[in-house]
């Protein structure tokens, strides 16, 4: 996303739509679903398997969640194999960098054990 269009996405965004998705942000497993998307876009039961101790039930509620605040899209694949995918949302992308030194930071910490 090149830097004039996120910032006319983010001077539409209403200053408390920008604490909701803060709020959204400290719910539990979104980072762990934003870190898995920040690598590629990944279907349903490919993000259940980056994050295993999470449910369906409760994958399906934050990734409605982060859909609703932008931070998550979802779409479909092209035919003739159609299946949904979800990705980092357009206020996500400036989030990436941030994400992945998340990874990494989380890498190192589960060498030192």
């Excluded at 830097?3 to 920008?18: K, N, V, W, Y």
């Excluded at 934050?62 to 980092?88: F, H, K, N």
């Excluded at 206020?91 to 994400?99: E, F, K, S, V, Y």
């Amino acid at each position: 996303m090149c830097i004039e269009s996120e910032r006319q996405l983010f001077q539409a965004i209403d200053p408390a739509a920008a604490d909701a998705i803060f709020h959204t942000l400290s719910a539990r497993w979104v980072l762990h679903i934003l870190v898995a998307l920040s690598k590629d876009e990944l279907r349903f039961t490919s993000i259940r398997r980056a994050i295993p101790k999470i449910s369906a039930n409760v994958l399906t509620v934050r990734l409605r969640e982060l859909e609703g605040v932008s931070l998550v899209s979802r779409m479909m694949s092209p035919p003739p194999e159609s299946y949904q995918l979800y990705g980092l949302g357009p206020l996500a992308h400036g989030l990436r960098p941030a994400l992945q030194h998340l990874e990494q930071w989380r890498t190192k910490l589960s060498l030192l054990e």
